[in-house]
């Protein structure tokens, strides 16, 4: 069973900075394409971004290119989403998420609780 252990999330004000952490338990973050997805209240679940298992390579929803930056820590088996600027509507519970190779499609192969982001204008 696939533990994702979100953490990171907090209450920041808009222009402020927060970076998620991902260290999944059951789950070798090099092997797999993951990222991260969202959640606000109200709204469907969305993708945010994704790095790939076999070339690092990135992929990133139109609303945060720029301001995210998403990377991975094989010796920790940790992903991480590092956010700046944030803004109001970046409010959300992140997910970190599997995702298909290409980073196409996130999955719901496993999930977790996921950490709150709150940001105040």
């Known amino acids: 069973e696939v533990q994702p252990m979100e953490s990171g999330g907090g209450l920041v004000q808009a222009g402020g900075s927060l970076r998620l952490s991902c260290a999944p338990s059951?789950?070798?973050?090099?092997?797999?394409?993951v990222g991260w997805t969202r959640q606000a209240p109200g709204k469907e679940r969305e993708g945010v971004s994704c790095?790939?298992?076999?070339?690092?390579?990135?992929n990133y929803a139109d609303f945060v290119k720029g301001r995210f930056t998403i990377s991975r820590d094989v010796a920790k088996n940790t992903v991480y989403l590092q956010m700046n600027n944030l803004k109001p509507e970046d409010t959300a519970v992140y997910y970190c998420?599997?995702?298909?190779?290409?980073?196409?499609?996130?999955?719901?192969?496993?999930w977790g609780q996921g950490t709150q982001v709150s940001v105040s204008s």
């Open positions: 059951g789950f070798t973050v090099v092997e797999s394409s």
């Open positions: 790095i790939s298992d076999s070339d690092n390579n990135t």
């Open positions: 998420t599997p995702w298909t190779d290409d980073c196409t499609h996130w999955t719901e192969d496993w």
